[in-house]
């Protein structure tokens, strides 16, 4: 009988790892950004049914790249979770914190345990009543996860992204300006990967998918849900905006 070919754990998880990560750089990337207003999510997407960006619960955001019914499927999970905890205890009870352990732990298992891992990366936002208040979880496709500061950047040209980002964020920008600023600096990135000079022209909407988790839903809407989607005409008056600051 023969015997099958030994691998190192270490190679094995090597492997994985590097599987993953190809299959997530080859997705565009997102930004989540907080601002003055509340915390902007921004992601190259021209699909106008398959979102990368969703709610999870009052105050909570989910954004994604990579394997699209992965993420899904994570998504909607994190939504049977919150409303589960919110209905068993209260809904204050219901933390970005504790939805993004819960990821860091499925991530964790199917990374070592089953024969694929997971090709996605995720943000976890939740937006404070103040600035300082907010939080951006970042988790990786083997479960490791980062409580991120000011912007994150998944997916694609992240590196390129964030150099760009990195000139133009200021936790003081009001939501027009931090879509543009994340608009530009994905147009700019997308520019670098095509070889042309794009990334210099007014981003365009139509290949944008754009949320926000407003931080006084209370006061502007009557709703203690903060998150909506901001559409395409909305949307082409706030780069205008941002553009025009």
């Excluded at 590097?18 to 021209?46: H, Q, T, W, Y």
């Excluded at 105050?59 to 209905?87: C, H, M, P, T, W």
């Excluded at 139509?206 to 839903?217: C, Q, T, Y």
């Amino acid at each position: 009988m023969t015997q099958p070919f030994y691998v190192s754990p270490e190679q094995l998880m090597k492997d994985r790892a590097d599987f993953a990560r190809k299959g997530i750089g080859r997705g565009r990337s997102v930004v989540v950004m907080s601002c003055r207003d509340g915390i902007a999510l921004v992601a190259e997407n021209p699909s106008p049914s398959l979102h990368k960006l969703g709610e999870i619960y009052d105050r909570i955001a989910f954004a994604a790249v990579g394997k699209y019914n992965e993420f899904e499927s994570l998504r909607q999970a994190g939504v049977r979770y919150a409303d589960i905890r919110g209905y068993s205890y209260a809904r204050e009870d219901v933390t970005a914190r504790g939805l993004a352990s819960v990821y860091a732990q499925s991530l964790g298992a199917v990374f070592t345990a089953e024969s694929k891992p997971f090709e996605v990366e995720l943000v976890v936002a939740e937006v404070g009543r103040t600035q300082e208040a907010d939080h951006l979880y970042r988790l990786m496709f083997d479960g490791s996860i980062a409580d991120e500061a000011g912007f994150v950047v998944m997916g694609g040209a992240a590196d390129a992204v964030v150099d760009a980002l990195r000139a133009s964020w200021s936790p003081e920008l009001g939501l027009g300006e931090a879509v543009y600023a994340s608009a530009r600096s994905l147009r700019r990135a997308s520019g670098e990967r095509t070889d042309d000079s794009s990334g210099d022209r007014t981003p365009d909407a139509s290949v944008l998918e754009v949320a926000f988790l407003e931080r006084d839903p209370d006061t502007l809407r009557g709703s203690r849900r903060a998150f909506r989607r901001i559409g395409e005409p909305e949307l082409g008056t706030l780069l205008q905006h941002g553009q025009d600051a």
